[in-house]
Protein backbone atom coordinates (compact mmCIF):
# COMPACT_ATOMS: atom_id res chain seq x y z
CA UNK A 1 0.00 0.00 0.00
CA UNK A 2 1.47 3.25 -0.94
CA UNK A 3 1.45 5.46 1.86
CA UNK A 4 1.00 9.21 1.12
CA UNK A 5 3.23 11.90 1.58
CA UNK A 6 2.66 14.47 4.31
CA UNK A 7 4.68 16.99 2.91
CA UNK A 8 2.46 16.89 -0.17
CA UNK A 9 -1.10 16.69 1.58
CA UNK A 10 0.25 19.90 3.67
CA UNK A 11 0.47 21.78 0.35
CA UNK A 12 -3.05 20.47 -0.83
CA UNK A 13 -4.33 21.51 2.28
CA UNK A 14 -2.85 25.14 2.13
CA UNK A 15 -4.17 25.36 -1.44
CA UNK A 16 -7.31 24.04 -0.83
CA UNK A 17 -7.36 26.77 1.96
CA UNK A 18 -6.23 29.96 -0.32
CA UNK A 19 -9.24 28.66 -2.99
CA UNK A 20 -11.66 28.40 -0.22
CA UNK A 21 -10.85 32.03 0.68
CA UNK A 22 -11.65 32.98 -2.54
CA UNK A 23 -14.49 31.62 -3.21
CA UNK A 24 -14.09 28.39 -4.54
CA UNK A 25 -16.75 25.77 -4.61
CA UNK A 26 -16.72 22.09 -3.65
CA UNK A 27 -16.30 20.67 -6.82
CA UNK A 28 -13.44 22.82 -7.70
CA UNK A 29 -11.55 21.58 -4.68
CA UNK A 30 -11.69 18.11 -5.52
CA UNK A 31 -10.77 18.43 -8.87
CA UNK A 32 -7.27 20.29 -7.97
CA UNK A 33 -6.49 18.03 -5.35
CA UNK A 34 -6.47 14.66 -4.23
CA UNK A 35 -8.27 15.17 -0.83
CA UNK A 36 -11.74 13.52 0.25
CA UNK A 37 -14.81 14.94 0.22
CA UNK A 38 -15.17 14.67 3.73
CA UNK A 39 -12.29 16.56 3.97
CA UNK A 40 -13.03 19.11 2.24
CA UNK A 41 -15.82 19.74 3.21
CA UNK A 42 -14.97 20.14 7.21
CA UNK A 43 -12.31 22.12 5.99
CA UNK A 44 -14.71 24.61 4.11
CA UNK A 45 -16.58 24.85 7.54
CA UNK A 46 -13.80 25.84 9.45
CA UNK A 47 -12.49 28.37 6.65
CA UNK A 48 -15.90 29.58 6.17
CA UNK A 49 -17.84 29.10 9.07
CA UNK A 50 -20.46 27.33 7.68
CA UNK A 51 -21.99 24.61 5.21
CA UNK A 52 -20.35 24.77 1.46
CA UNK A 53 -22.75 25.34 -1.39
CA UNK A 54 -24.83 22.81 -3.44
CA UNK A 55 -25.98 23.01 -6.79
CA UNK A 56 -24.46 22.52 -10.70
CA UNK A 57 -21.06 24.69 -11.28
CA UNK A 58 -21.96 27.88 -14.31
CA UNK A 59 -21.58 25.86 -17.13
CA UNK A 60 -22.08 28.85 -19.85
CA UNK A 61 -19.87 30.34 -22.63
CA UNK A 62 -21.97 32.60 -23.78
CA UNK A 63 -21.80 34.41 -20.30
CA UNK A 64 -18.29 35.52 -21.15
CA UNK A 65 -19.09 37.10 -24.12
CA UNK A 66 -20.83 39.39 -22.59
CA UNK A 67 -19.93 43.20 -22.47
CA UNK A 68 -18.45 43.84 -18.60
CA UNK A 69 -17.77 40.19 -18.22
CA UNK A 70 -16.14 39.71 -21.79
CA UNK A 71 -13.36 42.39 -20.08
CA UNK A 72 -12.80 41.56 -16.65
CA UNK A 73 -12.62 37.81 -18.00
CA UNK A 74 -9.78 38.94 -20.81
CA UNK A 75 -7.52 40.70 -18.53
CA UNK A 76 -7.71 37.64 -15.83
CA UNK A 77 -7.05 35.27 -18.34
CA UNK A 78 -4.47 37.44 -19.72
CA UNK A 79 -2.51 37.17 -15.58
CA UNK A 80 -3.12 33.99 -15.55
CA UNK A 81 -1.16 33.30 -18.81
CA UNK A 82 1.70 35.55 -18.19
CA UNK A 83 2.01 33.31 -14.66
CA UNK A 84 1.91 30.05 -15.86
CA UNK A 85 4.59 30.68 -18.79
CA UNK A 86 6.96 32.94 -17.03
CA UNK A 87 6.56 32.15 -13.31
CA UNK A 88 7.21 29.01 -10.99
CA UNK A 89 3.73 29.25 -10.07
CA UNK A 90 1.50 26.27 -12.87
CA UNK A 91 -2.14 25.56 -13.41
CA UNK A 92 -3.91 25.34 -9.69
CA UNK A 93 -1.21 27.57 -8.01
CA UNK A 94 -0.94 29.85 -11.28
CA UNK A 95 -4.63 30.44 -11.02
CA UNK A 96 -4.93 30.78 -7.41
CA UNK A 97 -2.25 33.84 -7.77
CA UNK A 98 -3.83 35.26 -11.21
CA UNK A 99 -7.18 35.74 -9.41
CA UNK A 100 -5.82 37.58 -6.45
CA UNK A 101 -4.03 39.90 -9.04
CA UNK A 102 -7.31 40.25 -10.59
CA UNK A 103 -9.49 41.03 -7.26
CA UNK A 104 -6.39 43.94 -6.38
CA UNK A 105 -6.76 45.60 -9.54
CA UNK A 106 -10.28 45.08 -10.41
CA UNK A 107 -11.22 46.92 -7.27
CA UNK A 108 -8.58 49.52 -7.21
CA UNK A 109 -9.58 53.03 -7.45
CA UNK A 110 -13.19 52.13 -6.23
CA UNK A 111 -14.53 52.76 -2.89
CA UNK A 112 -14.97 49.54 -0.60
CA UNK A 113 -18.58 48.25 -1.07
CA UNK A 114 -19.78 45.95 2.14
CA UNK A 115 -20.72 43.05 0.85
CA UNK A 116 -19.53 43.78 -3.09
CA UNK A 117 -18.46 40.83 -5.22
CA UNK A 118 -15.93 41.21 -8.45
CA UNK A 119 -17.58 40.36 -11.79
CA UNK A 120 -15.54 37.38 -12.35
CA UNK A 121 -16.24 35.24 -9.24
CA UNK A 122 -13.42 31.96 -9.02
CA UNK A 123 -15.50 29.69 -10.29
CA UNK A 124 -16.17 31.16 -13.17
CA UNK A 125 -12.30 31.88 -13.82
CA UNK A 126 -12.00 28.27 -13.11
CA UNK A 127 -14.11 27.16 -15.33
CA UNK A 128 -12.75 29.72 -17.99
CA UNK A 129 -9.52 27.98 -18.13
CA UNK A 130 -11.13 24.72 -18.50
CA UNK A 131 -12.92 26.23 -21.50
CA UNK A 132 -9.93 27.27 -23.07
CA UNK A 133 -8.16 23.66 -22.52
CA UNK A 134 -11.02 22.20 -24.08
CA UNK A 135 -10.84 24.66 -27.33
CA UNK A 136 -14.06 26.29 -26.78
CA UNK A 137 -12.99 29.66 -26.40
CA UNK A 138 -9.93 31.56 -28.08
CA UNK A 139 -8.30 34.75 -27.38
CA UNK A 140 -8.83 37.24 -30.67
CA UNK A 141 -6.84 40.28 -30.90
CA UNK A 142 -8.72 43.40 -31.22
CA UNK A 143 -7.75 45.45 -34.73
CA UNK A 144 -8.01 48.70 -32.89
CA UNK A 145 -6.16 48.13 -29.67
CA UNK A 146 -4.64 44.85 -30.56
CA UNK A 147 -5.45 43.48 -27.43
CA UNK A 148 -6.49 39.85 -26.73
CA UNK A 149 -9.96 39.31 -25.69
CA UNK A 150 -12.22 36.31 -24.96
CA UNK A 151 -14.24 35.08 -27.71
CA UNK A 152 -15.71 31.81 -29.15
CA UNK A 153 -13.69 29.33 -30.53
CA UNK A 154 -12.92 29.23 -34.68
CA UNK A 155 -14.20 32.68 -34.51
CA UNK A 156 -12.86 34.75 -37.77
CA UNK A 157 -9.81 37.15 -36.59
CA UNK A 158 -9.98 39.24 -39.25
CA UNK A 159 -12.06 42.23 -38.25
CA UNK A 160 -12.60 41.56 -34.53
CA UNK A 161 -13.23 44.74 -32.45
CA UNK A 162 -13.06 44.21 -28.57
CA UNK A 163 -15.49 45.70 -26.35
CA UNK A 164 -13.83 48.35 -24.94
CA UNK A 165 -13.25 49.80 -28.40
CA UNK A 166 -17.19 48.85 -29.70
CA UNK A 167 -19.25 49.05 -26.11
CA UNK A 168 -22.95 48.51 -26.58
CA UNK A 169 -24.96 51.19 -26.25
CA UNK A 170 -26.23 50.62 -23.24
CA UNK A 171 -23.14 49.99 -21.34
CA UNK A 172 -22.87 50.96 -17.97
CA UNK A 173 -26.24 51.47 -17.67
CA UNK A 174 -26.61 48.42 -14.66
CA UNK A 175 -29.29 48.39 -11.68
CA UNK A 176 -26.00 48.97 -9.43
CA UNK A 177 -24.98 52.01 -10.91
CA UNK A 178 -28.51 53.44 -11.12
CA UNK A 179 -29.02 52.72 -7.52
CA UNK A 180 -25.59 54.33 -6.72
CA UNK A 181 -26.33 57.23 -8.91
CA UNK A 182 -30.11 57.35 -6.92
CA UNK A 183 -28.32 57.42 -3.69
CA UNK A 184 -25.78 60.10 -4.80
CA UNK A 185 -28.78 62.52 -5.79
CA UNK A 186 -30.12 61.97 -2.21
CA UNK A 187 -27.22 62.83 -0.45
CA UNK A 188 -27.15 65.89 -2.53
CA UNK A 189 -30.09 66.77 -1.79
CA UNK A 190 -30.12 66.00 1.94
CA UNK A 191 -27.18 68.24 2.34
CA UNK A 192 -28.55 71.48 0.50
CA UNK A 193 -30.87 73.91 2.27
CA UNK A 194 -34.80 72.65 2.14
CA UNK A 195 -35.64 75.89 0.17
CA UNK A 196 -33.43 74.97 -3.01
CA UNK A 197 -33.92 71.30 -2.61
CA UNK A 198 -37.32 70.78 -2.17
CA UNK A 199 -40.17 72.71 -3.59
CA UNK A 200 -42.53 75.26 -1.19
CA UNK A 201 -44.93 73.23 -0.58
CA UNK A 202 -48.82 74.63 -0.82
CA UNK A 203 -50.70 76.58 2.24
CA UNK A 204 -53.07 74.01 3.84
CA UNK A 205 -55.44 76.95 3.34
CA UNK A 206 -55.22 76.91 -0.22
CA UNK A 207 -54.91 73.39 -0.53
CA UNK A 208 -58.56 72.85 1.02
CA UNK A 209 -60.23 75.44 -1.27
CA UNK A 210 -61.09 73.43 -4.67
CA UNK A 211 -60.84 75.34 -7.98
CA UNK A 212 -64.41 77.60 -9.22
CA UNK A 213 -65.40 75.39 -12.15
CA UNK A 214 -66.87 77.26 -15.10
CA UNK A 215 -70.41 76.32 -16.25
CA UNK A 216 -70.93 75.33 -19.68
CA UNK A 217 -73.33 77.76 -21.83
CA UNK A 218 -75.62 74.79 -22.14
CA UNK A 219 -76.03 74.06 -18.44
CA UNK A 220 -76.72 77.50 -18.11
CA UNK A 221 -79.37 77.97 -20.16
CA UNK A 222 -80.83 75.14 -19.60
CA UNK A 223 -82.30 76.03 -16.13
CA UNK A 224 -83.89 79.37 -17.34
CA UNK A 225 -85.38 78.06 -20.90
CA UNK A 226 -88.72 77.75 -20.81
CA UNK A 227 -91.38 75.41 -22.34
CA UNK A 228 -93.65 76.12 -25.48
CA UNK A 229 -97.43 76.47 -24.27
CA UNK A 230 -99.08 73.49 -25.61
CA UNK A 231 -101.79 73.93 -28.75
CA UNK A 232 -105.11 75.04 -28.01
CA UNK A 233 -107.90 72.49 -28.39
CA UNK A 234 -110.46 72.48 -32.05
Known amino acids: MATKSVAREAEEILLATEMIQLGARLQVLQAETSL ?4 LARLYREVKGCSPPKGMLPFSVDWFMTWLPNIHSS ?7 YLDAHTPAKKARALVEAYRLYTEQSSFGRPAE ?8 FTRAWMLIRFFDSNMVQL ?5 CTGGFIAHAHDPQKGFVCAICRPPPRAGK ?29 TAAR ?14 TSGTRKRPPAPAPA
Do not use: I, N, W
Not at 207 to 220: E, Y
Open 114 to 121: PGAEPVLS
Open 75 to 81: VFYSMYQ
Open 174 to 202: TRAVAAAATQARETLVDGEPAAKAVRKPR
Open 140 to 144: SHCER
Open 207 to 220: AAVPLAVKPSSTSA
Open 36 to 39: SYDR
